[in-house]
């Protein structure tokens, strides 16, 4: 299995911008977010919301739902247990999927969010309208 790729909130923030104008849907990348029940309070915009306690039910489904995308960025509250470790089952199964002869998958690199959606927030909560959707400031106060 491929090493995880490690990016910052300012990467990810970049490359947000740079397709603020295309639907989620249609980026080269995605965000799969892994939080439970600590998933209110807001999520970054175009994420996956995959619990991680339903995670290896769906991770079939969500490869066939990346197919052809160049990036896929996976986080959780802090991005040291629950991220790290869905993103390790995502890329074990793209594995498997890619050694069956009949399915046609592409790699996309596999990265980790440093300090996951807790981070995001301490950076980003007075940009919240345009990195943060749904953002309940109660939650973070």
């Given at each position: 299995m491929a090493q995880l790729t490690?990016?910052?909130?300012?990467?990810?923030?970049?490359l947000l911008a740079q397709h603020a104008l295309?639907?989620?849907?249609?980026?080269?990348?995605?965000?799969?977010?892994?939080r439970d029940s600590d998933h209110a309070g807001g999520h970054i915009p175009g994420s996956i919301h995959v619990p991680s306690t339903t995670f290896?039910?769906?991770v079939g489904w969500l490869?066939?739902?990346?197919?052809g995308k160049d990036e896929v960025v996976?986080?959780?509250?802090?991005?040291?247990?629950?991220?790290?470790?869905?993103?390790?089952?995502?890329?074990?199964?793209?594995?498997?999927?890619?050694?069956d002869e009949t399915a046609a998958v592409t790699e996309p690199v596999v990265s980790?969010?440093?300090g996951g959606f807790a981070n995001w927030v301490s950076?980003?909560?007075?940009?919240?309208?345009?990195?943060?959707a749904d953002y309940d400031p109660k939650v973070w106060s």
């Open positions: 490690v990016r910052d909130a300012a990467w990810l923030a970049r295309t639907p989620a849907a249609d980026r080269p990348f995605a965000i799969v977010d892994v290896a039910r769906n490869v066939q739902q990346l197919q996976f986080h959780c509250m802090m991005s040291q247990q629950r991220g790290p470790a869905c993103a390790r089952v995502f890329a074990r199964e793209l594995q498997k999927a890619r050694s980790v969010l440093t950076i980003y909560r007075r940009q919240a309208a345009t990195l943060i």
